[in-house]
């Protein structure tokens, strides 16, 4: 698999786990005026904004321990701890917090 598309699958992943975060992918060979505006000379390159700001930025792999095999969550702690993802965004955080009903004291463990 090229490099683009294993940051490509970890970005999907992402995407859909940080629903409030948006995920935006372009062609380096289509947006000529773009790699030219982010200085890019290596693939893969994420950049991350934070209200127009860039707050990180990964060129290729070096930051990950485990090279072309890092783990989704390796790519989204660096995230976190940039601040580019909060954990108010974060579903799995939040399904943590939801509750049961309260047990009635006329409830039975009983289905019938």
């Given at each position: ?12 992943i ?20 773009l790699?030219q ?9 994420v ?16 930051r ?7 783990k ?17 965004n974060?579903?799995s955080?939040a399904?943590?917090?939801v ?14």
């Open positions: 698999m090229a490099r683009c598309q294993i940051v490509d699958a970890h970005l999907q992402l995407a859909r786990k940080h629903y409030n975060t948006k995920f935006i992918k372009f062609d380096a060979t289509e947006c000529g005026f790699v505006k982010l200085a890019l000379k290596v693939l893969p390159a950049f991350c904004f934070v209200n127009g700001v860039v707050k990180e930025r990964i060129v290729g792999f070096d990950f321990k485990g090279g072309d095999n890092f989704t969550m390796e790519f989204e702690m660096l995230l976190f701890e940039s601040g580019v993802l909060t954990r108010d974060d579903k955080f399904s943590a917090y509750s049961r009903p309260a047990k009635n004291k006329n409830d039975s463990d009983d289905e019938f």
